[in-house]
């Protein structure tokens, strides 16, 4: 049985600036070299991996929650797609 909740722990704390914005890539997100986003310049990734939208969503959080909330990724399958992109869990 998965324990989602480790399994997000362990994501966190491989996620850096570089590492999100690789991940953002892979789902198609254009990043800039100044970490924002190209299409929609209000998004930025912070030096701690987490992502922040200055506009009109005020959204916060990691790459996980970016995927539920932002792109409307059911949550375990973000978390899954999350941490075999990482290397961090292989089902």
Same mark, same amino acid.
């Given at each position: 049985?998965?324990?989602? @909740?480790?399994?997000? $722990? $362990?994501? @966190?704390? @491989?996620?850096?600036? &570089? $590492?999100? !914005?690789?991940? #953002?890539?892979? #789902?198609?997100?254009?990043? /800039?070299? &100044? ?11 912070? @030096?701690? /991996?987490?992502? !922040? ?7 916060? /959080? &990691? ?18 797609? $999350?941490? !075999? ?7």
């Amino acid at each position: 049985m998965i324990d989602y @909740k480790v399994l997000r $722990t $362990t994501i @966190k704390e @491989k996620c850096d600036r &570089d $590492t999100v !914005k690789e991940l #953002l890539e892979c #789902l198609g997100v254009e990043v /800039g070299r &100044d970490y924002r986003f190209v299409e929609n310049d209000s998004f930025s990734i912070n @030096k701690d /991996g987490t992502i !922040k939208d200055f506009g009109s969503t005020d959204f916060s /959080g &990691d790459i996980v929650s970016f995927m539920i909330d932002v792109l409307g990724t059911a949550p375990r399958e973000a978390i899954e797609w $999350t941490a !075999k992109s990482l290397g961090v869990w292989d089902e």
